[in-house]
């Protein structure tokens, strides 16, 4: 009897072992996937690749760069979607893929509730700006100027539905004017069109126009931020004229659903670390992008408002799904 015992215990100690061994396994053991759902030079690209560096200095392993570009993100966003939720699949998730996307795409089937959310990464206030020739000075100038112009005056954009589009649609909606929306193929035509005069004004991510106001080539009128932040120095937010206005773009770190407890907090607090860094923060400020750490519930609270914000965007710019 006593030696059937001792047998019983040394073989329940072996069978033990294993997962023993896996649950004091330190994460990550092996380079982790990270899904950049953009092209590469896009500045979710350039913002995810600056801080998946650092934090890959933090976690001991590489975070390998998957760009999956394509329906306005959505087939990166699906991949991870379906990834096994062991931590070593991990998503660069921005505001076109993970709040406008589902609204815009009747094939799109991801919710929010389908990922695990680890952290912030940065805001990317959009800004206000106008052809140079236009007699505007300020927001309050260029909202006057448009209603004494009955809906003639026009707002470029990067196409319909893109961040420019539901931008400008909120803005109007807020400070009760219209401009004729002018879309173009790409964000990059839609600002050149703002340079030469064929159209007023946009109001786009700030990467995309912050050269051209340094040459002089745009009027900068203000951010897209809430009023107590300055992203950009001295520009006056948008709601010190029209009030409550903030419409901006986010960048943030995410996960298939279950992520184990483990990855969560080592990814969390290597985004915290890598956020802090001088390489990521000059790079932050190149691209017009501001650092936000957050922990994954202020995360989640942010994307329900910022999904609600774009849903109405959506309605106000009179836009269906397709």
């Not at 909202?143 to 589009?165: E, L, Q």
């Not at 300055?230 to 901006?248: D, T």
């Not at 501001?290 to 609270?301: I, K, L, M, N, T």
Request: net charge positive.
């Amino acid at each position: 009897m006593h030696h059937a015992l001792q047998r019983r215990t040394l073989l329940a100690a072996l069978l033990a072992a294993p997962a023993a061994a896996w649950s004091q396994r330190s994460y990550p053991d092996h380079p982790v996937r990270t899904v950049i759902p953009n092209a590469p030079g896009s500045s979710v690209d350039t913002i995810g690749r600056v801080v998946c560096t650092e934090m890959a200095r933090v976690l001991g392993q590489p975070m390998v760069i998957d760009n999956r570009a394509g329906a306005a993100g959505a087939i990166g966003v699906e991949l991870v979607r379906t990834a096994p939720a062991d931590g070593y699949t991990v998503l660069v998730g921005s505001s076109s893929a993970i709040s406008v996307a589902p609204l815009l795409q009747k094939a799109v089937a991801y919710q929010l509730r389908d990922f695990d959310l680890v952290s912030l990464l940065a805001l990317l206030p959009n800004v206000l700006v106008c052809n140079t020739a236009l007699p505007v000075q300020n927001v309050a100038q260029l909202v006057a100027h448009a209603k004494a112009r009955n809906g003639t005056s026009n707002m470029a954009s990067a196409g319909i539905g893109s961040v420019s589009h539901l931008a400008g649609a909120a803005l109007q909606a807020a400070a009760g004017f219209k401009s004729l929306h002018v879309p173009y193929k790409g964000g990059a035509q839609g600002v050149a069109s703002v340079v030469s005069g064929e159209t007023d004004w946009v109001l786009t991510p700030a990467p995309a126009a912050m050269s051209l106001v340094a040459a002089g080539r745009l009027r900068l009128l203000g951010h897209s931020m809430a009023a107590s932040t300055q992203p950009l120095g001295p520009v006056p937010a948008i709601a010190s004229e029209v009030r409550g206005f903030e419409f901006s773009s986010w960048i943030g770190l995410m996960a298939p659903r279950g992520l184990p407890a483990g990855a969560a907090d080592a990814l969390g607090k290597a985004a915290a670390a890598a956020l802090q860094r001088p390489e990521v923060q000059k790079a932050f400020e190149t691209n017009g992008a501001v650092p936000h750490a957050s922990s994954p519930d202020e995360f989640r609270a942010f994307l329900v408002r910022d999904i609600e914000a774009n849903r109405r965007a959506v309605a106000a710019a009179g836009i269906q799904p397709e």
